[in-house]
Nanobody
């Protein structure tokens, strides 16, 4: 099993910034792609960004140019730097990690991000 613990969520004004962190522990051997998803009330969960072990990234169109995903493989941690936040970015943000061999995806418990004045 893989445990993912997110931190860094909170309340921020429009135009502000937040940095989310997600630390992986447990049976982390073979973990490949890590990423972030989000779910706003009444909406389906959606992809925000992903990153491979080699550092290749992929972003949703809605966050491109504002959010940056990164990872520290030595610390088994993935980050999401969120700038120029908008009210529509308000959601619960979930960290994910996928085991390459089995394609099993693990999920964190989520962290709330609220963008409001």
């Amino acid at each position: 099993q893989v445990q993912l613990v997110e931190s860094g969520g909170g309340l921020v004004q429009p135009g502000g910034s937040l940095r989310l962190s997600c630390a992986a522990s447990g049976s982390i051997f073979g973990i490949g792609v890590m990423g972030w998803y989000r779910q706003a009330p009444g909406n389906e969960r959606e992809l925000v960004a992903t990153i491979t072990t080699g550092g290749s990234t992929n972003y949703a169109d809605s966050v491109t140019g504002r959010f940056t995903i990164s990872r520290d493989n030595a610390k088994n941690t993935v980050y999401l730097q969120m700038n120029s936040l908008k009210p529509e970015d308000t959601a619960v943000y979930y960290c994910t990690a996928k085991r390459a061999l089995t394609q099993t995806t693990y999920w964190g418990q989520g962290t709330q991000v609220t963008v409001s004045s």
